[in-house]
């Protein structure tokens, strides 16, 4: 209408003091505590190994509630974009190189999923400055195909079970080294894609 002053509405932006952001920051602080059960006695004792499947256990469960509550209630923060995958790294590498250390799983699975991890959180903070990269939902899959994997490998099993989580961490290296192929492809794509500076 003339004469009044042109006004777009605001989109308020998320707080990053928000429950989701401070999910992932229990998630930090959880690391910590399931490493002591892991090898608290001499790391196989039955009772802490079923501690520290119950303590990562919560960790993971935090990672879906986190993403879950962010988009569900507006939370979404770039903050939260970038610490949400860093701490699913942290609490991932700390279980595989812990279940390495312990002898419970090969230490070339522990290497090939760490690299892929490390070379992705290094990409993202080389193109941070162009914005944040969000985790797809091939990256969401793998991560949780590897909580299961772990969380079999973490708990004092034999036999069938143990079969069983021997075939379901051959399919998170699978899914590890196909989404991680998929990043640096999709960097690749989207750095072309950028106009020039």
């Not at 979404?76 to 595989?96: N, Q, R, Y």
């Not at 797809?136 to 143990?162: C, D, E, Y």
């Not at 069983?164 to 492809?185: E, K, P, Q, S």
């Amino acid at each position: 209408m003339p004469g009044q002053p042109d006004t777009d509405p605001v989109v308020p932006r998320a707080s990053v003091a928000n429950v989701a952001n401070l999910l992932t920051g229990v998630r930090f602080v959880l690391v910590p505590v399931f490493l002591a059960a892991l090898f608290a006695g001499d790391g196989h004792e039955t009772s802490w190994r079923t501690i520290a499947f119950a303590v990562f256990t919560t960790a993971v469960i935090t990672d879906h509630l986190d993403g879950a509550l962010a988009r569900a209630y507006g939370m979404v923060t770039e903050f939260g974009k970038l610490a949400d995958p860093i701490a699913d790294k942290l609490l991932i590498g700390s279980a595989l190189i812990g279940l390495s250390m312990l002898g419970d799983l090969p230490w070339w699975i522990t290497i090939v999923i760490m690299v892929r991890e490390i070379g992705v959180t290094v990409l993202r903070l080389a193109v941070l400055r162009h914005g944040v990269i969000p985790a797809s939902r091939g990256g969401k899959v793998k991560t949780l195909v590897q909580a299961v994997a772990i969380g079999l490998f973490i708990l004092p099993i034999s036999g069938l079970w143990l079969t069983t989580a021997t075939a379901i961490m051959w399919l998170a290296v699978l899914l590890t080294v196909l989404t991680g192929a998929d990043y640096v492809v999709s960097a690749v794509r989207d750095s072309r894609a950028r106009p020039a500076a």
